[in-house]
């Protein structure tokens, strides 16, 4: 079953959110699950630009950090890449959350540093994607924000609805998102594929909750379908935001955004 294989969980953090310009700081590629042991690989990026005080705000690496104790950012990203396209040549899926942002930023830092791209180290070989927020607003579709601060489709909401421990000290961290993504991926997996009648009541009586739509599929067609979705999703969330911006974009994009001219050489 798809949630119960070998996989390889993917998150990075960086100098913002904008994927055409931001930088990768840290990054976490994880292979877990699938009776194997779980092997963990961490980069630290000086990233060759000044991190901004909000980015240091969430995951609390400063310029200065960086720049002392980062690897050259080429070989960072060159590495991040090479490690995931050894996992998805063994078949494993990469699990994130939001994660068509760290694919897409990821590519983007390719090209800048003139590293080969993942899709083209991959060949012939199909790329295979979970992604942990596309795949519960599938399942759980109507969801409110907890609070006017904490969105309805963060991970650390996503932790509260599966009830998986959250240390808060510990969220931004690479390698704790990276895990965490896992760990909700597994909970999906695992009620997607249990006797409604048996699912807990916070999920059996969420409005429309489809889980079990998720069942008996195999790693081909839960990719597939996640394309639909993802694009189905972007332009709900589109609609929404164009009643106060007549002008609003939300790329729905899956697993990562198509490469532009956005992106330059430094």
């Known amino acids: ?62 310029t200065e950090h960086a720049r002392e104790h980062g690897e050259r950012a080429h070989d960072v990203v060159d590495q991040i890449t090479e490690s995931l396209a050894i996992h998805v040549r063994m078949g494993d899926p990469i699990v994130g959350h939001n994660v068509t942002f760290d694919l897409t930023l990821l590519d983007r830092e390719c090209r800048r540093h003139k590293v ?12 295979r994607v979970l992604d942990t927020r596309v795949l519960d607003q599938q399942g759980l579709p109507y969801r409110k924000r907890p609070s006017e601060t904490q969105g309805a489709r963060q991970l650390i909401t996503l932790a509260q609805v599966y009830e998986l421990p959250w240390q808060e000290s510990e969220a931004h961290g690479c390698s704790y998102d990276a895990l965490m993504a896992a760990r909700v991926l597994y909970r999906i997996g695992t009620l997607a594929h249990m006797p409604r009648m048996e699912w807990p009541d916070r999920i059996r009586f969420h409005k429309k909750a489809q889980l079990h739509h998720l069942k008996d599929l195999d790693l081909a067609e839960l990719h597939d379908l996640q394309i639909g979705w993802a694009a189905e999703q972007a332009a709900g969330l589109q609609e929404w935001f164009r009643k106060t911006d007549p002008a609003a974009v939300v790329d729905g994009s899956w697993p990562l955004q198509p490469w532009g001219d956005a992106c330059t050489s430094d």
């Open 1 to 62: 079953m798809w949630h119960t294989s070998r996989m390889v969980a993917f998150d990075l953090e960086t100098t913002g959110v904008d994927v055409e310009a931001d930088r990768i700081v840290t990054a976490a590629v994880i292979g877990l699950g699938g009776d194997a042991q779980t092997e963990t690989n961490e980069w630290l990026a000086n990233p060759g630009i000044e991190i901004p005080a909000e980015a240091t705000a969430v995951h609390h690496i400063t």
């Open 116 to 127: 080969e791209p993942l899709l083209d180290r991959l060949g012939e070989t199909p790329l």
